[in-house]
DNA sequence: GTCTATACTTCGATAGAC
DNA sequence: GTCTATCGAAGTATAGAC
């Protein structure tokens, strides 16, 4: 008595998920969206209300995963250090496994935020407030140097957002021969990104003798 | 014998930064840009001949600026960690002189470079370039430890770009009281820039008797 | 739940007078 | 160089049959 093959919500969003990051918000047909879907328009008004409605029950879904990743690390009995790098690893794996948040965020965060209501933004806030209770966790005990908690989120996130949203661009000005740079991969920049962190927020070793 | 007031070019291109930062290439209007600079929309479709090259225009005038900035700095006679520290604040520096650079900027690496055309690629291509080149004079001389250039750029840049873009975002969480953060202001973020990057370039100290 | 057809709107771009 | 008026294309969203 198998169902009959019903068009999950899912994979609309999935679909609205690449056309959102291949275009924007503003660039984002609904008639590519249903055909990515394989749905027709009218299936997509059925499930959602509004192209709005979908890109906001996107959004959310996307930051309450990162919030819930980041929750798990938090929570963990390791070094403030530690879960640093956990955090550094824990975003890139999100984006390896979903390689259409970065363009979303980056566009998100250039649009201000306009197309979100309460209950999105409010999901997307718990993530910095996730990163800046371990950064505040490491200051007090002095595993950490005197961080500012907004600055360590931006330097933890925006170099792998920038990095790889970033990478069609790059691809396209290295085969145009513009610019000729050693290759790095993702695991490399987030090696990279945890040692440069990890001297970042260190203290600083005591004065010898003082006072 | 003063000449009638005649509209110049530039003064479309400023409407269409601002229009192109708010809403980015596919949300923008033709008519509002024209709206902005107090001009009808023929008149813009006179000195420009489509919106496409409107908004290459004004990129290549973007990455020109930021990279004769930057050679400039290239080109001082400065240590390596004297020139980081004023890539940083330069970037800094322009971005409040042109508030919209950020969001145009994140807008296009989330497009992936899709509306730009070869010269202005080459003029983006030159701002890592620069940057590179410093990173590897200081890997050279013994003043940094082993950096990969391209991970220096994207750690150096994302995160004020990321930061000051999302100035709108922030506010508007802030707001809405979804989370409390100490103030960070913009000079505060370009010091504490340069303090973590200072940290993270340094190298290692000799083992001690090593070998 | 699913589809086709279409109403209504808005946009980029141009024609043509001055 | 500057303007008004407008065209044709493309977009979001819905009506209504099944």
């Known amino acids: ?77 390791a070094s403030p250090a530690v879960k640093i790098d956990r955090v550094i690893a824990g975003f890139a794996t999100i984006i390896q496994e979903h390689p259409v948040f970065p363009a979303i965020m980056l566009r998100e965060v250039a649009e201000g935020g306009a197309h979100l209501d309460r209950p999105t933004l409010a999901a997307l806030a718990s993530v910095p407030r996730l990163v800046a209770a371990i950064v505040e966790e490491g200051v007090a005990s002095g595993a950490f140097r005197a961080i500012h908690p907004v600055f360590a989120y931006f330097s933890l996130l925006a170099p792998l957002v920038f990095y790889l949203a970033g990478t069609p661009i790059r691809k396209e000005i290295s085969s145009l021969h513009l610019i000729n740079l050693r290759a790095l991969s993702a695991a490399d920049f987030v090696r990279a990104m945890q040692q440069a962190t990890r001297r970042s927020f260190a203290p600083d070793p005591p004065a010898r003798a003082a006072r």
Chains 1, 2 share one sequence.
């Open 1 to 77: 008595m198998a169902r009959p093959a019903r068009v999950s919500p899912d994979e609309i969003l999935n679909a609205a998920a690449r056309e959102f990051a291949d275009r924007g918000f503003a660039g984002a047909r609904v008639d590519r969206i249903a055909r990515r879907a394989a749905v027709n328009k009218a299936m997509l008004y059925y499930h959602f209300k509004s192209k709005q409605q979908l890109y906001r029950t996107l959004l959310r879904r996307m930051f309450t995963l990162a919030a819930e990743r980041l929750n798990a690390i938090a929570r963990a009995d």
